[in-house]
């Protein structure tokens, strides 16, 4: 598949994209509006969205906008049908919408914590694809597309519900891609670094490679586009992910010893 738009009689393709009211998924849905692709966005802050759309000049024949919890699988499964409904079937699903916040296992309340990562991070993207796997098959192709982390490689002390929901998106993926292996769709499971977003401005620890969301999104359509399997972005950040795959837990646990935790809820983190 390519990221260049089709002939000049054919419909411009559609990529269907959740968690684009700000950060990633936003900088994804600007970058395919560029390149003339038909947009279909999710986001909990339906009118904001719409008024985004407003202002990068899409109307209703290139953008529609579909209100919905992916953390609520009914309201998920209901924005990907509404969107077949609407627009046809799209070329490209980015499951984005996600959330990051710390937590401490010794809190009984951080546990419900855990509870909404996995289910907006984990459940929630199975709940994105699930209307699209089906007549994607049918058609013979198209492109499910599961946005990671470099989280996933390993656990990071107070950020389990995140790297645990992370590296679970990275196994589903690579099961998902061989559930379909040979069907024309393929599945993309992109592994950012540190993007700025909302998600990441008030970290408390160095955030090494840090690119910016549009940086990301060109990478990022690069990648769909191609479809690569596995892609850490950026490569340097690959790098790092490899190398600390390969220490041993001594070293590892040492060399993470005193590193500032993520922020718990409320103590000014964000969800997105």
């Known amino acids: 598949m390519s990221s260049s738009l089709p002939g000049p009689d054919a419909q411009p393709p559609l990529v269907f994209i959740t968690g684009a009211s700000s950060g990633i998924g936003q900088a994804l849905a600007a970058r395919y509006a560029r390149a003339g692709w038909r947009l279909a966005l999710v986001a909990r802050r339906a009118d904001d969205m719409a008024a985004w759309a407003a202002r990068q000049g899409l109307d209703a ?9 992916v953390a609520d699988t009914a309201s998920i499964v209901a924005a990907g049908r509404a969107c077949l409904a609407h627009q046809g079937v799209p070329e490209v ?3 984005n919408a996600g959330i990051s916040v710390g937590m401490d296992t010794a809190i009984a309340e951080d546990l419900a914590v855990m509870e909404r990562t996995l289910a907006v991070n984990n459940l929630g993207m199975a709940a994105t694809f699930h209307p699209f796997v089906a007549p994607m098959r049918e058609r013979g192709r198209g492109r499910l597309v599961g946005i990671a982390s470099v989280a996933a490689i390993r656990g990071l002390p107070g950020h389990g519900a995140y790297c645990a929901s992370k590296a679970a998106v990275v196994a589903y993926c690579e099961s998902l891609r061989g559930e379909l292996r040979g069907t024309g769709v393929a599945v993309v499971t992109l592994l950012p670094g540190y993007v700025d977003t909302p998600l990441t401005r008030e970290n408390r620890y160095p955030m090494p490679f840090l690119m910016t969301a549009d940086a990301f999104a060109e990478r990022a359509m690069t990648a769909i586009a191609a479809g690569a399997s596995y892609r850490v972005i950026p ?4 790098v790092v992910a490899k190398l600390l795959r ?11 010893a005193g590193r500032p935790r993520k922020h718990r809820a409320g103590q000014g983190q964000t969800p997105g």
């Open 93 to 95: 699903v980015i499951a």
């Open 235 to 238: 490569w340097q950040m690959g």
């Open 61 to 69: 024949t290139r953008c529609r906008v579909y209100p919905a919890d």
């Open 246 to 256: 390969g220490l041993p837990n001594a070293v590892f646990d040492r060399l993470l």
